[in-house]
DNA sequence: GTTAGCATGTAAGGAGTTACATGATTTT
DNA sequence: AAAATCATGTAACTCCTTACATGCTAAC
């Protein structure tokens, strides 16, 4: 349960969700939102679409004949089942959910999902990352007993890290805050965008 | 030039250059200097060592007998040319050396370097950061002229993305100004640990 | 007595990159 | 006249993970 690759077919499905796209403008939106240092190759993206097709996640819309380039541009829509399966991976638990991609491709299409799921979602992040900061301070004890060398730079390294992520903590809470108001002020909400 | 695979090599060299150890010592500090998600399994890790063997980077030290376990631990250390592979290495300005991992490790062993070379990393660093906010507020200017669906959340990770990113940069300037207030100090410094 | 940690390794497979192939149009 | 952007695609390769195989000792 679970691969991996379903990383970036949510993305595409979510992006989908919101509109019929070609390949190539797919490609710049997906870049935005993995945002950082990754940058998606067609590579990698056209033998993905390719293969939702084959899985009926996704169809060829009519296509627009040609307008800036010799080659037609394929335009890309969600089928049913495709949406479906946006919903089902958004609101999935897996242990994968909570890395740093799938977490903030999931955030980036919070808005097409329910009040539920972006708790389950944030908490699970939060909590993912508190285990991490544990599990350093666990090994700063360690390394009290036997001073293992303690060198500069890599002290610094970790401390500026750590900071990252205490701060990471902190916006996440703030947002499962501001999620849990809302959640009092309407009893049951009508969410689904 | 610059294989991906040389990071973790880097990393190896980089630990085995400050004492001999054995292969799963070597994978609980490696996870200690990754940090954050990535956890180096042994299937990679092992592997690794076998090929740095073959290529007479690292060799095994006379075999410690058998602490705990019933089989024998091995223990590497760096020969010669191991030791002038990582201070190459170390130096290195190719495109893959200011990615997340790859600037991360050189950073840990900052104290093995000269002051050159640390600014020179550090400066690369800052630049690569500073490019990703240009194009990120590029994006956003392009986004204002069409006004293409603004999403209150995929509004805020950017948003706190490009927070934690001029972050790092306001660091990385700390450190730059420090490594050139040494370098103020003493005309010609003997750097090297 | 069962779980966790120590310790090394192999085989199969997944997810992605790089390099290649092709070619028109717009900007510099 | 060159470089960038538009637009799609394939083949080879790389790096890494997962699952398997083995077995001992210490802690709970």
Redesign the pocket.
Known sequence: MA??????ELAVLGLLHEGPL???????RLNLILGWG?????????????KMLRERLITEVDSVP??????????YRVTDAGTAEFHRLMAEVG??AWED?AFGIRFNFFSSTNLETRLRVLEGRRTRLEERLARVRGDLEGEQKRPVRSDHYAIELRRQRVEAVEREVRWLSDLIQAERDRQDERGTAPQTS
Do not use: C, F, M, Q
């Open positions: 691969r991996r690759g379903e990383t970036i070609h390949g190539y403008e797919l490609r710049k990754r940058l998606l190759s067609y590579g990698s993206l056209y033998p993905t679409l390719k040609a307008p800036v380039t010799g080659r037609p541009r394929i335009v242990p994968n991609d």
